[in-house]
């Protein structure tokens, strides 16, 4: 037992040796998300490709507040018919404005979520990139990291080479 000790005693050093050895990376996901050109790129096309919708949405809002309005400052002078007709179009649009809001919220997520995927192998292939040409052993990102020094910060390199590779 004592000599189990020993030899594990004598054999920290090494350990610790090797381990100073060990080339680590940090890249801030959040960093690259927020500045890269792709990301951008992704984002105005995500939103040239919903904004007829998103305004269509819109109109169909004020269209809705439109006719409470109406209802509100008309609806004691309306015969009951007229008022019931009125509350059933509002109930009717309500029903149409959440049903398309939610299939436009859908939608958009599903598009925003290829959008990623296709952004997130581009960056984990520049990050093995850069991790191999520069010698790293391990690189972590911000999801699971508490700290990391400015020295083993590889995000500006990801960075250079995503601008690059546009």
Do not use: C, W
Not at 27 to 51: G, M, Y
């Amino acid at each position: 037992m004592h000599k189990l000790l020993v030899a594990a005693i004598l054999a920290l050093p090494f350990s610790l040796a090797q381990a100073a050895d060990v080339k680590i990376g940090f890249v801030s996901i959040a960093k690259i998300l927020s500045t890269s050109p792709q990301a951008s790129a992704a984002s105005k096309r995500l939103e040239q490709e919903f904004a007829p919708r998103k305004k269509a949405l819109d109109d169909a809002v004020k269209a809705l507040r439109r006719s409470e309005e109406k209802l509100a400052k008309d609806g004691a002078v309306m015969s009951d018919s007229q008022r019931r007709s009125l509350e059933n179009d509002i109930r009717n649009q309500q029903r149409d404005l959440k049903r398309t809001g939610d299939e436009f919220r859908e939608d958009f997520n599903l598009r925003r979520n290829e959008e990623l995927s296709k952004f997130q192998k581009q960056v984990l292939d520049v990050i093995n990139s850069v991790a191999k040409e520069q010698g790293f052993d391990l690189v972590i990102n911000d999801q699971a990291t508490l700290y990391a020094s400015p020295q083993v910060d590889v995000t500006d390199k990801v960075l250079s080479r995503l601008g690059v590779s546009k």
